[in-house]
């Protein structure tokens, strides 16, 4: 019999306060009436208040929501069709060359892929004169090519996993490619496209040093926000922002725990009632 | 033969993505190459090639061997992204190997708590540990005090200056990319065969020989692969110290943001970009030789 692991139960417990004990203090000074950002001094919501009158805030989150909904979006259609072509066809001139561009940018510094893109953008718009300004749209086209590869990698583990013979069996049986396409591949892969798009969206939100190069004036997402408020020093409205985003991606983890679970235990109770039939 | 085998399918799903990814990903890096070896002007943009200078000018990497800024931010980028891993490891090896000794449900809702700061801002993350160095926080009196008290008198301070230094950089980076390590460190370990550990126990081996003979040579993969995670991010890493170092030791991601945006001089920033890639080469192609053994031993 093993005794119980006295030493690495202390080094476990150790380790999670380690990853939480900066958060919860953030969590817990965020009510604080101080102006001092990790000196308690009563209880107050009023940094919460500055938050939501503070109208920059507002506005750089909804130009991050709108970038990552739209880079997300088209990051997960070329992605998933970069996936689908690594796993699906073998040999086709150039896989090596397409299958290196893949890897590489998950394993490029990100102030590299910040400085090239903003070269290229600088370099195209003194030759041909676009763009004419950074923002949104240069945003946008350098997110999508730095998440793209993150879906590939979660489509590419989903097909390997899947059976090919399916596809095949429904071509044999007359189907048309189109309706293989939407009854087979893409309900197979459907889990796979759904997190690289909720990775996507997450890298694209929280991008800092990309984004940092490819924007332009007036173009201020959340995350060059909070870098240009906290570069100045702690202040306690970037604590209640903090809670506030906790809160979210709390609120979004249960409930795709939840989702998960019914749909793990729909799939149960179907595939039972298919072995019922069956016998 | 699947529906994507149709002659016109096949090349939009090949074609698209490659086609994006030549244009926005190879294409920009192909030009920060060429721009190394370009000469840096005072026009707009800053660079030419040829003129009195030779087309390829390698005069920019010459400077950037010969300047002890250049070797010296190298230098501690090494250093601290190698520390940051080692501290990683240090932190994440038992923590990886607790997940595995513990009950299933406990297991789960533990691996969510290692996964979810992923989920919550990176810059939150940094900022958090500002706010706990900072020389006014409860954090920072509490290990002042372990620390005078630990210390003789002439030592004592009135609070630990960890901000802006070395030090911070280093804890903020194992902080942030410490679940890099646990996760790949965790998927190894838990594959282990726990019988091996009991037939090593039973045939008279003590509990750490058991764990350096058997427990880790089997987690190497884990190692390597947990490794390579942390290290390379941390040392292009850019955000980290610029907002909790000190700049007078700065890292490389810091010098090619600054050759680049205030001396706007695009040449060095990209000689200094390819050797760092280069620097990246070594640690990946040996993750590549581990995965290439590791699968061959199959």
Redesign the interface.
Known sequence: MRRR?T???S??S???A??????L??VF?SFNASR?????GGFSTKWYGALFANKQVGEALLLSLKIAIVSSTVATI??T??G??LV??TK?R?RML?SG??T??L??????TG??????F??LA?WIGWPSQRGFTTIT??H??FS?VFV?TIVQARLLQSD?AI??AA?DLG???????VDI?LPVISPAILSGWLLAF?ISL?D??ITSFTTGPGSTTL?LL??SK??L??TPD??A??TL??LC?GI??AISGVVMNRAEARRLADERLAYRSQA | ??????RG??D???G???L???V??????A??IA?SVATKTPT??PFSFGGAQPWVNIETYHRLISEPLYLRAFLISIVNAAGTTLFCLL??Y??A???T??SRSARNI?L???I??F??????????????M?K????NAGLTEVWNWLVPVSWAVKSLPMMHSNFAVVLVMV?TY??FMILPLYASLERLDPTLDEAALDLGSRPWQVFLDVTLPQSMPGIIAGGLLVF??A??E??IP??VGDASTPMI?RV??DQ?SQARD?PM??AV?VA??AL?VGP?MLYSHYQARAEGAK
């Open positions: 692991p030493f690495l139960l080094i476990l150790f380790g999670f380690f990853l939480y004990v900066p958060i203090s953030m000074f001092l950002a990790t000196v308690w070329l992605g069709l970069a689908i072509a699906r066809f086709f150039g397409f561009l893949v590489a940018p394993i490029m510094p990100e102030v590299i400085v090239s893109a903003l070269i290229f600088l370099l003194s086209l350098a999508i090519t793209m590939t090919q596809e095949e071509m189907s048309r490619p189109w309706q293989v396409l591949t997450t929280d800092v040093v995350p909070i870098w906290v570069k020093g702690v970037i604590n922002l903090a985003m906790i991606v979004g983890v | 033969m699947g529906w994507f085998h149709r399918w096949r939009l799903i090949i698209l993505p490659y994006w990814l030549v926005f990903f190879l294409l920009p890096f030009i920060v721009m707009a943009p932190l994440g038992p923590m190997l607790a997940l000794r513990v533990l969510m708590l290692v979810l700061p989920w919550t801002s990176f810059l939150l993350r940094v900022y958090a540990w500002m706010g706990l900072g006014s926080s409860w954090f902080y410490l679940p390379i991010p040392a292009g850019l955000v610029s907002l991601g090619i943001s680049f695009w920033a990209s970009a760092l890639l990246m990946t």
